[in-house]
């Protein structure tokens, strides 16, 4: 509900009155407003409004509301744990996607066991229903105020901050420095559940000491939350880190480093075909294959003022005495290969595609088997193309998009992300460039997110984000639409009238890192890989010793046709070769005994335990390369 405050209409006295007094003006439940926001800015109930203000009234249905509740639960779960552990230190307890944390500095270490213990103490501080106060005071009195109660990370915290004033939240006989907005009271965080305990650095930096990271979810109804730990139980079944060892994917290995995943055969069939998959689509619509070199001489990367901007996520090495950056991407080498030779008007567009691996130095706190690494490969393109277009690009490239998210049977949303605090190039060529991505995204009436200041730093974006099965969001595609580095490097095409002319870089992943997207797949198939994909399509297994001449001849035979096969003839029972074969999620399980040899045919079990019997293997043949041809999600025709 959007409200503008009328002084006539309110009876507003001194120009200021409370959100608390609109509501009662209003005649609404005060109960089922838990915030609001002010001219944009979302505040408490008790916040002051005057006359002229925009106020929209943000119930537990506003998308902002479920943030702010897990806000307040972080610190409702801060002040159990105080409670419990008078000398526990508090570091930062933000919401995040689907809950919170909060990093705590104690002198034992908790366990999962612990968590109960804490919800307990939760429960209490949500039936005493303890009215959230916020206050203002000067940023002076805010550290001796915490110097008083020992909590020394927030006198760091205070240090950093620049403003004259800072803002504090007390609940009960709890404060903590916040800038909120808070809900009004404990007693409206009542559906919540601690979920674990990890280790995290402070700062996310590993030369820091080790605290101690509580997890949580909150939710404002109870069917909500028990849906959601429903799903969480269900995620630690397809987590692809136990997934990847058990199906001989990947495994991360310290001996090599964190973050640096190691693909095992299977992994590099899964792999090597997703890259061929990806080889084929961009051939199909124009996209020259490229690959350049990993390191690049550190001018460049000043230059291109990634040195400037993104230096702290890139690696540095020397070689004879020159210094040279690892590439975090892959558009430098790009735009070196587009400078060495002259182009014309009629030589645009130029789509220059690279699977190219990447470094980059991700904390070691972030890191997440292969959903965050150090090393990744992305399916990385640059178009250079005219201004006249770059319209027209955006959308070829949103229509590929569209494909391959159809392909793997994902839907998705559009977010455009606009000029971060830390920039280059002008203010007006960020305006072209964030204009064509709305323009590029209105024109074909796709609704959208806005990120204020999300782009990269020479360029807005559009992010795609797919939901997999779980309901789970993940960013993968992107397209930057650049004005800045053509203008950088000097790049130019000579145009119709025979004058020299800037052309317009797009950056675009599709999949975005390889690494992650494999890491996305298992999870949502939960290691049951499409028949196409699969690492291994078909395993044969044998009943006794004389059916292996012919199960030879079937794989011999499916072998040809490019079919990835694996043969088990081993003498063990065929209940146990089965259940190996369906813990290794292998698509089709080809059994072979006395039946199949008289009747020169196949016995095939598909997932879910369907089992087709007495197939020719022409027609089983024409079944699977269907199932391949048309990259189908189905494991038969």
Known sequence: MIVYIDKKEFNIKDNIFKVNE???????????????SINGVYKDLDSDIG????????????????????HSAAHLMAQAVKRLFSNAKLVIGPPIENGFYYDIDLDINLSEKDLPLIEKEMDNIVQSDYKIIREELPKEEAIELFGKIGETYKIELLKDINDEFVSIYRQGEFVDLCRGPH?????????????????????????????QRIYGTAFFKKNDLTIYLNRLKEAEKRDHRKLGRQLNIFLIDEKVGAGLPIYLPKGGLLRGTLEEFEKSEHLKRGYQI???????????????GHLENYSDSMYFTEVDGVSYGIKPMNCLNHIIIYKSDIRSYRDLPLKYFELGTVHRN???????GLLRVRSFTQDDAHIFCREDQLT?????????????????GFSYTFTISTKPEKYIGSDEVWDISTKSLFDALDNRGLTYNVAEGDGAFYG?????????????????????CDLNLPDRFDLKYIGKEGKEHRPVMIHRVILGSLDRFIGILIEHFAGLIPFWLAPVQIIILTIADRHISYARELADRL??????????????????????????????????????????????????GVQINDLKLQEYKDNVEFLRREKKLDFWR
């Open 392 to 408: 027209n690009e955006i959308h070829k490239v949103i229509d590929f998009i569209d494909y391959v998210m159809g392909v793997f």
């Open 290 to 304: 490229v690959y350049g070199p990993t390191i690049l001489k550190k001018e460049l990367w000043k230059q291109s």
């Open 51 to 70: 006359d002229g203000d925009k106020i929209e009234l943000i119930s537990a249905e506003n998308e902002k509301a479920i943030e702010i509740l897990r």
């Open 460 to 480: 807005p974006k559009i992010d795609v984000t797919l939901t997999d099965a779980l309901g789970r969001k993940w960013q993968c595609a992107t397209i930057q």
């Open 362 to 368: 991700e904390k070691s706190g972030v890191l997440h």
């Open 22 to 36: 609109l509501l009662s003006y209003l005649n609404i439940n005060s109960k089922s407003i838990i915030a609001v």
């Open 183 to 211: 809900v009004p009271s404990t007693g409206y965080i009542k559906h919540y559940k601690l979920l674990k305990v990890a280790g995290a650095y402070l700062r996310g930096d590993s030369r820091n000491k080790m605290l």
């Open 559 to 608: 072998m040809e046709d490019g079919f990835r096969i694996e043969l088990d003839i081993r003498n063990e029972k065929i209940g146990y070769k089965i259940r190996q074969a369906v813990d290794q999620k292998i698509p089709h399980i080809i059994i072979v005994g006395d039946k199949e040899i008289e009747n020169r045919s196949i016995s095939v079990r598909i997932p879910k």
